[in-house]
């Protein structure tokens, strides 16, 4: 079989650097960040999936509401690390842990 390459395509960091700068820029930075937040509440709602539950049910085992879960979910909402802990530890039956990177 014959492959066709395309000079046209970009890898994902060759176009983010096209879109948003080198890393070390503003906007570039804003990017990440926004990135990362949004990874959080993927990451957040795959486990929830993968327990079979839904967000009322996750809602009710941390004792708050679906609208809360899902604007945690959607990155909608800023969570604080003992709510986060609560959610994943009582309401997931998970371990969270933190690590920082320099």
């Not at 795959?46 to 945690?72: D, F, H, P, W």
Request: net charge positive; proline share 0%; aromatic share 8%.
């Amino acid at each position: 079989m014959k492959t066709i390459k395309n000079k046209n395509l970009k890898s994902l960091d060759q176009f983010v650097d096209e879109q948003y700068g080198k890393r070390g820029t503003e906007k570039r930075e804003d990017f990440e960040k926004g990135y990362e937040e949004f990874k959080f509440g993927f990451i957040l709602q795959q486990a929830r999936i993968e327990k079979g539950m839904t967000q009322e049910q996750l809602a009710e085992k941390v004792g708050t509401n679906k609208g809360y879960i899902s604007r945690v979910e959607n990155n909608i909402k800023d969570v604080r690390i003992s709510t986060l802990q609560k959610i994943i530890e009582k309401g997931l039956g998970g371990h969270l842990e933190l690590s920082i990177k320099m």
